[in-house]
């Protein structure tokens, strides 16, 4: 009979913890770097001068065929069908948080005050993120710093935004 027993408790505890394994939902994989880029991407609205608009669009850093950034002054104009709004990103991650990098690029920053005379080619502006691992697929957004020419702006961040917002950039 304790023979019986230890079989019945074995079978009992075989049948009890399979049931668990097959029951138990998946882990859930932690989203790659693409989707999180994604998924926190800032929409991105640009003004554009009335006296040169093409001047203020986002490109490829190549969008005149080379990856020299001192002609681009000189090669607009000749490549203006080129210049498709692109984004770069990279992600950063540490146990607790990921840091999220977006950077835009302008083959020429146009001023058209005083006279032109503060525009430049060659700039790059951005924003990084702070987002905090809290247990959800893509995390909390806590913070927002937005780089430009002169500026650094922080921008703490107590919403997050729609995940069904639309994007108006693409992702290099």
Partial sequence: ????????????????????????????A???????????????????????YTADCLAPVNYDGDWSTVDDWEDLDANASRLT???????????THWYITYAFFHPRDWKDYPLNLLSHEN??????EVVRKDGGEYGTLQAVVTLATTTSTPTPRRAAPSPTAARTSTAR
């Fill in 1 to 28: 009979m304790p023979r019986r027993r230890s079989v019945l408790a074995a079978l009992s505890a075989a049948f009890v913890g399979a049931t668990v394994l097959l029951g138990a939902p998946p882990a859930q």
């Fill in 30 to 52: 932690a989203p790659g770097d693409a989707d999180l880029a994604y998924r926190w991407a800032p929409l991105h609205h640009q003004d554009t001068s009335s006296s040169y």
């Fill in 85 to 95: 709004g692109t984004v770069y990103y990279s992600v950063a991650e540490t146990e």
């Fill in 123 to 128: 700039d790059m502006e951005g924003q990084v």
